[in-house]
């Protein structure tokens, strides 16, 4: 992936960005790859309190290294609780999670994510991708859904093949009348380009920093459905090298998440 | 707004019967008798997996699976089955190697998790071999918890407003109380789930350290049970700390003394997963051909488990991976109880 310039790589940027908007002292359930390398990172940052759980069972175990499956035994060091899979998506239906922060394949503007296939006919898909895993169940549980994903027309789309994970589906009150739980959603999506939330009234995306050197243009581009903005638009704050050194020594030494370029 | 609100009519076939009054005359007539059920993996899928029978693997896909248990029913080249597909990333990848099933509940499937997608899993399910039914992996925990609990369904409140809905076989139901609308999930109840634990005794009493994942749920709803074990212990062994138990004898089928039964996955406390094996795998999918060499070096061609670990480097390759693993146990001070809650 190109790199703005020498210091960091867009994936370095991307997961700098997503650890700061963890708040310090909340529950995450957290998926491997970028997700739970953000989140660890919040942990040694800004957020040493971030409490996180592994759909799997693990439950606010001491991280030292990054997990390559939500189940194996790096999620599971020092952890206060080991449980299971129901015990933690319970915990989710309860409403005493806070976050979760996800992938995806295909993301439209209300937030809904397909991870499911490529293609029209279901029974014949071009691409058979792997399905919801444990996605539609914590974004239709957790009070704040945060996804991290490259920015580019296929995956920013006006139509998803697909609807594996509910956003805001088809808009203000649509979660709750499909009968999800109330006051719950999408929150932030963290990609190459920018930093958006969503329009409190219309529910849609919308761009609240754009990345140093990205144009509003770029963004339009690179999106398949009508995006908004913010009115003032900043730029988001670059990595500090204290939070690169953390990431790169400390998070992902072995650039399994931010690649060899970022050493 | 609202131009598409999802279908709710569920077009996804539902594969196994939440009949609770079957299931009960199925346990009602099993065996309660305590008596030794060690055998080989050969014999236990012989007389226990059928071709045609719905299969849970336990586990977390490349974390304390059944390997030994899933190369077996693939070298008795054993057909039709139906699959649970919860998270099932290396079982998956075993049991489509060997186009075992023909249907298949879909939470998580052809995915490796951070080691990329299975390209043999892909061109399986892409080909219409399989059918499948759409669901989540809280939905398949659940489904399992409710056959555990003798209740032909559990409501929830996920799913609900997507296409995942539209082919699953779940239904909504309003909530008698409060009226909230709900997500009706039907009871699974698996002809046979595979276990691997850390410990077991030969009549099925079956412990494992670490998380628990959904296996309380897998092994109480499957009818048949097949336990591998790293470890076969007295019984007084699993008195000694009863907190850890998984399931009691009666649950139990077979138990199979297999070490390392979870490689090239990963065992907690015990040792971790065989990352450049699992990345060979992933290799000799890329080209169908060179995957058939391969598989008719590993499954077909060996005759057990234990020679598939020895071309794989025996007990020095066990070694180091033991070595790799970041979890230890505390014997002065026991780990915390499986299981717990919140």
């Given amino acids: ?263 | 707004m609202n131009e598409q609100v999802p279908s709710l009519t569920p077009q996804g076939e539902l594969f196994c019967s939440p009949d609770v009054e079957e299931a009960r005359s199925f346990f009602r007539q099993k065996p309660r008798t305590m008596t030794n059920k060690l055998m080989s993996v050969s014999e236990a899928v012989s007389r226990f997996v059928h071709d045609g029978d719905y299969l849970a693997s336990g586990g977390f896909g490349g974390v304390r699976i059944a390997s030994s248990v899933l190369h077996e029913i693939v070298r008795q080249r054993k057909k039709n089955l139906g699959l649970s597909g919860h998270t099932a990333t290396h079982d998956f990848q075993i049991l489509a190697a060997g186009r075992c099933f023909n249907r298949c509940d879909v939470a998580y499937i052809v995915g490796l998790e951070m080691r990329g997608l299975s390209p043999n899993a892909r061109r399986y399910m892409e080909s219409g071999a399989v059918k499948m039914t759409e669901w989540s992996n809280a939905a398949l925990a659940w489904r399992c918890k409710a056959a555990s609990m003798g209740l032909p369904f559990l409501p929830a409140r996920v799913i609900l407003g997507t296409d995942i809905m539209k082919h699953s076989a779940a239904k909504t139901i309003e909530c008698p109380f409060t009226g909230q609308k709900l997500l009706a999930l039907p009871a699974l109840y698996p002809d046979v789930g595979i276990i691997h634990v850390h410990r077991a005794d030969i009549f099925g009493n079956c412990q494992l350290d670490g998380i628990t994942i959904a296996d309380y749920e897998v092994g109480r709803s499957s009818k048949r049970v097949i336990i591998t074990t790293e470890h076969l212990v007295d019984t007084d062994e699993i008195r000694k700390d009863p907190l850890k138990t998984l399931l009691p004898f009666w649950l139990v089928d077979a138990v199979c003394h297999v070490r390392y039964g979870s490689y090239p996955g990963n065992m907690p406390y015990e040792y971790f997963s065989d990352e450049e094996h699992l990345a060979e795998w992933v290799q000799a999918e890329q080209d169908p051909n060179t995957f058939q060499k391969f598989l008719d070096k590993y499954i077909y061609g060996v005759s057990n488990f234990k020679e598939y670990l020895e071309l794989k480097g025996g007990e020095s390759r066990m070694a180091e991976l033991r070595k790799l693993e970041p979890l230890r146990r505390n014997e002065e001070r026991p780990m915390p109880a499986s299981g717990g809650s919140l």
């Fill in chain 1, 1 to 263: 992936m190109k790199s703005n310039n020498n210091r960091y790589n867009l994936m370095e940027l991307m997961v700098c960005v997503a650890a700061r908007q963890l708040e310090d002292s909340r529950t995450a359930v957290i998926g491997t790859g970028m997700p739970l390398a953000a989140a660890m990172l919040a942990q040694k940052t800004a957020a040493p309190n971030l409490v996180i759980l592994f759909e799997a069972g693990s439950v606010a175990p001491k991280l030292r290294r990054l997990p390559i499956s939500v189940a194996d035994s790096n999620t599971q060091t020092d952890a206060l609780l080991l449980s299971g899979m129901d015990i933690v998506f319970e915990a989710c239906q309860r409403g005493t999670v806070d976050y979760t922060f996800l992938g995806g394949a295909q993301i439209d503007m209300y937030g809904n994510i397909n991870s499911s296939m490529i293609g029209t006919d279901y029974d014949h898909p071009k691409v058979r991708l792997p399905g919801s895993g444990g996605a539609n169940d914590l974004a239709c549980l957790c009070w704040m859904t945060l996804v991290i994903t490259p920015h580019d027309k296929r995956r920013f789309v006006k139509k998803l093949d697909f609807l594996t994970t509910p956003g805001y589906l088809t808009g203000p009150g649509a979660r709750e009348r499909a009968g999800l739980p109330a006051g719950c959603g999408p929150y932030k999506v963290i990609s190459t380009l920018a930093l958006m939330g969503y329009d409190p009234e219309s529910k849609r995306m919308r761009v609240e920093s754009l990345h140093p050197g990205v144009t509003k243009e770029e963004v339009i581009e690179n999106t398949g459905f009508e995006m908004l903005f913010l009115d003032a638009l900043p730029e988001t704050p670059e990595p500090t090298d204290h939070e690169l050194k953390l990431l790169r020594e400390e998070v992902d030494p072995l650039g399994l998440v931010i690649g060899k370029a970022g050493q």
